[in-house]
């Protein structure tokens, strides 16, 4: 992966207005820019397939594995402005990414335990609307990225995406 390479250009106005709402429908105290790092693998890799050409301006937010479930459904409920505004909101990533706690010397494609155990209790969760059983720690497993399409004016061509 280090050999590809997808410079999109950087959405800074929408980058700021994503703060914006943030700061105040969403209520956050504090939103960090980092305007040196690049696209993060989870964002880059699904949008090379989707745009090759790299031309759409594209900003990324970072999910935040230290806070809850419901923090990032008010994140996200915060940022519901921009579908009206013809931005493409995509989240991308797996129900777990943990790479520490990965094994790569599972070579027969079966998923590790505590990944397929939160794969079950996600699964079970959304079929009752709640939270099913016991769940272990979100940071162990750090990462459920549930997908929402929004509206996308193709004249505007401005992405946020999101990624565990």
Same mark, same amino acid.
């Given at each position: 992966?280090?050999?590809?390479?997808?410079?999109?250009?950087?959405?800074?106005?929408?980058?700021?207005?994503?703060?914006?709402?943030?700061?105040?429908?969403?209520?956050?105290?504090?939103?960090?820019?980092?305007?040196?790092?690049?696209?993060?693998?989870?964002?880059?890799?699904?949008?090379?397939?989707?745009?090759?050409?790299?031309?759409?301006?594209?900003?990324? %937010?970072?999910?935040? $594995?230290?806070?809850?479930? #419901?923090?990032?459904?008010?994140?996200?409920?915060?940022? =519901?402005?921009?579908?009206?505004?013809?931005?493409?909101?995509?989240? $991308?990533?797996?129900? #777990?990414?943990?790479?520490?706690?990965?094994?790569?010397?599972? #070579?027969?494609? $079966?998923?590790?335990?505590?990944?397929?155990?939160?794969?079950?209790?996600?699964?079970? &969760?959304? %079929?009752?609307?709640?939270?099913?059983?016991?769940?272990?720690?979100?940071?162990?497993?750090?990462?459920?990225?549930?997908?929402?399409?929004?509206?996308?004016?193709?004249?505007?061509?401005?992405?946020? =995406? #999101?990624? &565990?």
């Amino acid at each position: 992966m280090y050999k590809l390479k997808y410079e999109a250009p950087g959405a800074i106005e929408l980058g700021k207005r994503v703060k914006e709402l943030l700061m105040g429908e969403g209520g956050m105290k504090r939103v960090d820019e980092d305007k040196n790092r690049g696209l993060d693998h989870g964002a880059w890799v699904p949008l090379m397939l989707m745009y090759p050409e790299a031309d759409m301006p594209v900003c990324q %937010l970072s999910v935040q $594995s230290s806070q809850s479930g #419901t923090y990032h459904y008010n994140m996200g409920k915060s940022l =519901a402005p921009l579908k009206d505004e013809g931005v493409l909101i995509i989240g $991308s990533g797996s129900a #777990t990414h943990n790479l520490r706690k990965l094994d790569f010397n599972i #070579t027969n494609g $079966s998923a590790v335990p505590w990944a397929l155990a939160f794969d079950h209790w996600l699964r079970d &969760s959304l %079929l009752q609307g709640r939270a099913a059983g016991k769940q272990e720690s979100i940071r162990q497993t750090a990462g459920s990225c549930l997908v929402r399409p929004a509206r996308f004016n193709q004249r505007k061509r401005q992405l946020c =995406a #999101t990624m &565990s």
